[in-house]
């Protein structure tokens, strides 16, 4: 058995993946029990899915302090429902039954400002206890919870300067291969023979990321400007070559790449003779791309990137 405890004052209903707090209409200090441990779950088909789960100890259901969500579960597992009054104190014993592969587990409650609780496997010369408080959150919004019209989506006010996205160029064909190859053999009175073979191959529509509003560096915006970069509101936006006060980096993706190779191929053959029959071949390739591989190699950006020429005179 492994085991901790958790204490912290509740100052609202919370809303976790697997625990639910809600509020109670009486004031007091709680104790509930959870256990981690190996179980099954029933999908809607009847197959029994093999997880892991936190479970409610005999002594919090009798209490109802802690509960399964769904109560005709019956052996399947269910999520858990935890009851308790905002500004109570509530103390989570925390068992961990896993395998033994899994040698710590560890809760936390969802947006709670409190601390980190953790179950250790049981050692030599007791349990392993832990706990670790971590910083308050200054987060106030909670899916779920709170998050309801958190966003005007009646004016643009909410969604600070910057928002990026990426596009498809809407002439956007698919890649093309052209193939032009000449061969020239000659045969030799032993029967063997020798090929000398030329392949062209051209690609074309192949895909390009364009960065048509990324920022110039401060080095180059001074150089062309001669003013620092801006600051303040706009700081991220004002810089950027197409749109100065909403957009950031927007990417378009264009099928405006192209490839080449040029080959020279070298084939001598001799066939099946005296027991011995084999090739010899040699392949001279000379092949570069534009294009064809998105985001790793394959950016454009915009000429206002690039710090302007230095005049000079002939």
Same mark, same amino acid.
């Given at each position: 058995?492994r085991?901790?405890?958790l204490?912290?004052?509740?100052?609202?209903?919370?809303?976790?993946?697997?625990i639910?707090?809600?509020?109670?209409?009486?004031?007091f200090?709680?104790?509930?029990?959870?256990t981690a441990a190996?179980?099954n779950?029933?999908?809607p088909?009847?197959?029994?899915?093999?997880?892991?789960?936190?479970?409610c100890?005999?002594?919090?259901i009798t209490a109802?302090?802690?509960l399964?969500?769904?109560?005709n579960?019956g052996?399947n597992?269910?999520?858990?429902?935890?009851?308790?009054t905002p500004?109570s104190?509530?103390t989570?014993?925390?068992?961990?039954?896993?395998p033994?592969?899994?040698?710590?587990t560890?809760?936390?409650?969802?947006?709670q400002?409190g601390?980190?609780?953790?179950?250790?496997?049981?050692v030599?010369?007791?349990?392993r206890?832990?706990r670790r408080?971590?910083p308050?959150?200054?987060?106030?919004?909670?899916?779920g919870?709170?998050?309801?019209n958190? *966003?005007? /989506?009646?004016s643009t006010?909410?969604?600070?300067?910057?928002?990026?996205?990426?596009? &498809?160029? $809407?002439?956007y064909p698919?890649a093309r291969?052209?193939?032009?190859?000449?061969?020239i053999?000659?045969?030799f009175?032993?029967g063997?023979?020798?090929?000398v073979?030329y392949v062209?191959?051209?690609?074309?529509?192949l895909d390009?990321?364009?960065?048509?509003?990324n920022?110039?560096s401060?080095?180059?915006?001074?150089?062309a400007?001669?003013?620092?970069?801006p600051?303040?509101t706009f700081?991220?936006t004002a810089?950027?070559?197409?749109d100065?006060?909403t957009w950031?980096?927007n990417v378009?993706s264009l099928?405006?790449g192209?490839?080449?190779?040029s080959a020279?191929?070298?084939n001598?053959?001799?066939?099946?003779?005296?027991g011995?029959?084999y090739?010899?071949?040699? *392949?001279y /390739?000379?092949?570069?791309?534009?294009?064809g591989n998105?985001?790793?190699?394959n950016? &454009?950006? $915009?000429?206002?990137n690039f710090?302007?020429g230095?005049?000079?005179?002939r």
């Open positions: 058995m085991f901790n405890q204490k912290s004052t509740l100052n609202k209903a919370v809303l976790a993946v697997t639910l707090l809600l509020g109670a209409s009486a004031s200090a709680q104790t509930v029990g959870l190996p179980t779950a029933l999908l088909d009847g197959q029994q899915v093999p997880m892991w789960g936190y479970t100890d005999a002594a919090s109802k302090t802690c399964p969500s769904n109560p579960a052996a597992w269910s999520p858990v429902v935890i009851t308790t500004g104190n509530l989570i014993n925390l068992t961990n039954n896993l033994a592969a899994v040698p710590e560890s809760l936390v409650i969802v947006g400002l601390e980190l609780v953790r179950g250790y496997r049981t030599v010369g007791g349990d206890k832990a408080a971590f308050p959150s200054s987060q106030t919004v909670i899916a919870l709170n998050s309801a958190v *966003v005007n /989506s009646n006010n909410s969604l600070l300067p910057g928002i990026s996205m990426m596009t &498809l160029n $809407p002439n698919p291969v052209r193939d032009v190859n000449m061969t053999e000659q045969p009175k032993d063997s023979v020798l090929r073979s062209f191959t051209h690609g074309s529509n390009q990321n364009y960065q048509y509003n920022a110039p401060t080095y180059v915006w001074e150089t400007t001669g003013t620092t970069p600051t303040g700081a991220g810089t950027r070559p197409y100065q006060t950031g980096g378009v099928k405006t192209w490839s080449n190779d020279l191929q070298l001598y053959q001799r066939p099946f003779k005296k011995v029959a090739q010899i071949f040699y *392949v /390739s000379r092949a570069f791309r534009v294009g998105t985001f790793r190699d950016v &454009l950006y $915009p000429a206002a710090a302007p230095v005049p000079h005179s």
